[in-house]
């Protein structure tokens, strides 16, 4: 039988002509110029003798740049911002599906955001295959070199966006030429990403010092920036009214004055974001939301004279709308005890006020006029944020 | 005449020389071997139902666990059998960097399974340990150019993850040098030593009729005498370029098998100094930049083969023309190879068995899959 480029060769089964002993003494040398060996170091592949230990923990081998471990997130020194923008590709390339993300919201308008309010991966699961940093388009996850991950609390694994952050700083000494090569791209994409993102949302939330400064920067500056429903209550210290909380609560009366019942229902709308542990503020927020929808009924119901015809249709869905905010309201202080209860209301009450401030403006006959206002207040609000 | 009982008793599943875990069911008559049933599924693992609610690319990863010795292989039969779906044009240089991370592969598959044959043999670790310092050499290449020593992930379709780092080069020509005396040196330490001798001539002989009816592969089919390599057979990837010889066994014992890898890692290293001339010319970069890897072939079904230094290792899939694989089915040399267990063992000692068995280099996470 002939092959192709090459011959089949049958093994030779004794080659050599030893008598019986030698082969194993043979052998014996073998072991012994080890063991010579052993006296010296190996320096590098070309050598077959010499010890080539590396003591670990006290030394420790160079690791290649493309060594992947475990995913992190990356985000920017200077300006603190993450790279991510919650597109999600990751999370549809990981196999084994240990990425969880949630992309944040602008508490102004409901919109969604490029940046990510919560990104958990679970790196008990991580298979460490690196599909999730090939396919992002924004070098946001890469791999990361650390790998003495061993513990005996498994939860612990559950790594959320605080634990995966990580800045380019450190990325580029474990893998520069790695980041040399997508770095201009990646830094375009994320300042078209900066751009759309308002107040603080997208910053890594904690870190360095720089970081933090800006971070205290931008929210007293929004602090600072009158109504902006935008900020109403984020995470406000139990009891006393934080000057968001009074803005957005400010915010909510003028707009509800103004007759758009649309922003009011905008204005609980952080409601749901608010930290679980502040028990308080979520009632304070169901409150909130119950008045505001309550405003804004009354507002509607006022307007609605314009329109004598649907007069009863207005006032009905006005009442409706307070009743359910008022039901909701009733129900956020009954369980203050229980955070998740007083979370669950202050949701409840901002669904109820959002589908009452839905109801109240199909009510006017006078639609045009109703719009134009809810349209005013809205670019009256926007005026002063600015 | 004395007359004996039979005896059967339990070998693993959880044995130190069983490879993982593998339960073998043995009949002996004192210490003769009359019946042996390998009993396998311990490790399954749902690898193929896994694969088929993920997509195409999802799955290069899990082909990495079914042989993790030699990831590198499995990902190139899986990447071949959707390019040949989909139609994917691989570059010329992709090509190269896949053929040679496969025959580096196979280098340091029979570098470990010829040291774990031998600890089977009661050696211990001495050829082990020479064996895997050897290794390691590859696997840091590995690490350097995929990122990961053992689960390399490094092949996607239309080429390979990305290309080769500066240092690779270097690495590799150093361990070229090296290579050559390793080989010998494993020959002067086992090709004559007595004790081997007596431990595998004669022992496990499996005729070349029925390897051929068992459709065992690779170098146990070679070391039964049959000249059968895919590589030559049905050459694919660029493997028509390269000179290189098959080597095959007078007898189909567990000294031919020892000797046909031996030889093997010869020949790889041959192919790879051909690599390392042929390279530099080779047209394209590491991927083609047309590929995409979110693919959605066309209705069909689709078989490719390669040669990994276990033997034929083919993926059959079966698509619908959605992004996931309708049917996903793997060809394990491994679980294959183990079949004629039980026809190899028949009349020799219970000792034999721990040799026969090494011998045939199994890998349970590919047999139970
Ligand atoms: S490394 Fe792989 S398994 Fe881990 S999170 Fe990324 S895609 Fe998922
Ligand atoms: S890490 Fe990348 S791929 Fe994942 S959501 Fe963020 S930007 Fe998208």
């Given at each position: ?244 909380e009074k803005a957005a609560k400010l915010a909510a009366m ?133 | ?103 580096l592969t196979r280098i340091l598959n029979h570098a470990g ?257």
């Amino acid at each position: 039988m002939d092959i192709q480029r090459g011959n089949i060769i049958v093994m030779d089964r004794r080659r050599g002509k030893l008598r019986a002993g030698q082969g194993l003494l043979q052998g014996l040398k073998v072991v012994w110029d080890h063991w010579i060996g052993s006296f010296r170091k190996n320096e590098n592949f070309s050598q077959i003798h010499g010890t080539f230990t590396i003591e670990y923990p006290d030394e420790r081998m160079k690791l290649p740049q493309a060594y992947r471990n475990m995913p992190v997130l990356i985000y920017d020194d200077e300006t603190g911002h993450e790279l991510c923008t919650a597109c999600y590709q990751c999370a549809r390339a990981c196999p084994p599906e240990v990425i969880h993300i949630t992309q944040a919201k602008d508490p102004n308008t409901g919109k969604m955001v490029p940046a990510s309010l919560e990104f958990i991966i679970e790196y008990d699961a991580c298979m460490s295959c690196g599909l999730c940093a090939e396919a992002c388009p924004f070098d946001a996850i890469k791999m990361d070199h650390f790998f003495e991950l061993a513990t005996d609390d498994r939860m612990g694994l559950l790594q959320r966006k605080a634990d995966l952050n990580r800045p380019i700083s450190y990325y580029t000494t474990i893998a520069p030429d790695l980041w040399d090569e997508v770095k201009e791209g990646a830094m375009k994409k994320l300042q078209g990403s900066i751009k759309r993102r308002p107040g603080v949302i997208g910053i890594a939330g904690h870190l360095s010092d720089k970081i933090a400064a800006r971070r205290r920067e931008l929210e007293a500056e929004a602090a600072a920036a009158p109504p902006a429903p935008a900020d109403a209550a984020p995470a406000a210290p139990a009891g006393k009214l934080s000057p968001e909380e009074k803005a957005a609560k400010l915010a909510a009366m003028r707009a509800a004055k103004a007759g758009g019942a649309a922003p009011a229902a905008e204005a609980p709308a952080p409601a749901p974001e608010l930290s679980p542990a502040d028990a308080k503020a979520a009632k304070l927020a169901a409150i909130k939301a119950a008045n505001a929808a309550k405003k804004a009924a009354e507002a509607s119901a006022a307007e609605a004279p314009a329109a004598p015809v649907d007069e009863k249709a207005a006032k009905l869905a006005a009442i409706r709308a307070a009743n359910a905010a008022k039901a909701a309201a009733a129900e956020a202080p009954a369980a203050p005890v229980d955070e998740k209860a007083a979370k669950l209301a202050a949701i409840r009450a901002a669904n109820a006020a959002k589908a009452a401030a839905a109801e109240a403006p199909a009510a006017p006959v006078d639609e045009k006029a109703a719009k134009l206002a809810a349209i005013r207040a809205a670019n009256a609000a926007k005026k002063k944020s600015e | 005449m004395l007359k004996t009982e039979e005896l059967q008793i339990n070998i693993g599943p959880q044995h130190p020389s069983t490879h993982g875990v593998f339960r073998m069911i043995v009949t002996v008559d004192g210490e003769t071997i009359t019946d042996l049933k390998p009993v396998f599924g311990y490790l399954h693992r749902n690898h193929e139902q896994i694969a088929e609610v993920n997509t195409y690319l999802q799955n290069m990863p899990y082909t990495d666990r079914l042989d993790y010795f030699n990831s590198m292989a499995n990902n190139h039969a899986y990447a071949l059998a959707v390019e040949k779906l989909v139609g994917i044009e691989v570059p010329e240089r992709a090509e190269y960097l896949r053929v040679l991370m496969v025959e580096l592969t196979r280098i340091l598959n029979h570098a470990g399974a010829l040291g774990f044959l031998i600890n089977d043999m009661g050696a211990w670790q001495t050829q082990l340990a020479f064996g895997m310092r050897e290794r390691e050499k590859i696997l840091d290449l590995f690490e350097s150019a995929s990122g990961a020593r053992l689960m390399c992930n490094y092949f996607r379709f239309g080429g390979v993850a990305r290309d080769l780092p500066p240092d690779f080069m270097p690495r590799l020509k150093d361990l070229l040098i090296a290579m050559p005396a390793f080989v010998d040196e494993m020959e002067r330490l086992l090709r004559e030593n007595e004790i081997l001798l007596q431990r595998s001539e004669n022992i496990g002989i499996l005729p070349k009729e029925v390897a051929i009816s068992y459709s065992v592969t690779g170098p146990m089919l070679r070391a039964s005498g049959v000249p059968y390599d895919i590589r030559k057979a049905e050459p694919y990837s660029i493997y028509d370029r390269f000179d290189f010889d098959v080597p095959i066994g007078a007898v189909g014992d567990v000294y031919d098998r020892i000797l046909v890898r031996i030889e093997e890692m010869r020949q790889s290293k041959r192919i790879i100094e051909q690599i390392i001339q042929q390279l530099p010319d080779a047209q394209g970069g590491h991927i083609n930049p047309k590929a995409r890897q979110n693919v959605r072939p066309p209705a069909g079904d689709v078989y490719a083969r390669v040669e990994t230094p276990k033997g034929e290792l083919g993926f059959y899939l079966v698509s619908d023309g959605s992004l996931k694989p309708y049917r996903y089915k793997v060809r394990a040399p491994s679980f294959i190879n183990l079949t004629p267990l039980g026809d190899m063992c028949r009349g020799y000692k219970v000792a034999d068995v721990v040799v026969i068995l090494g011998s045939i280099d199994i890998v349970m996470g590919e047999v139970d899959r």
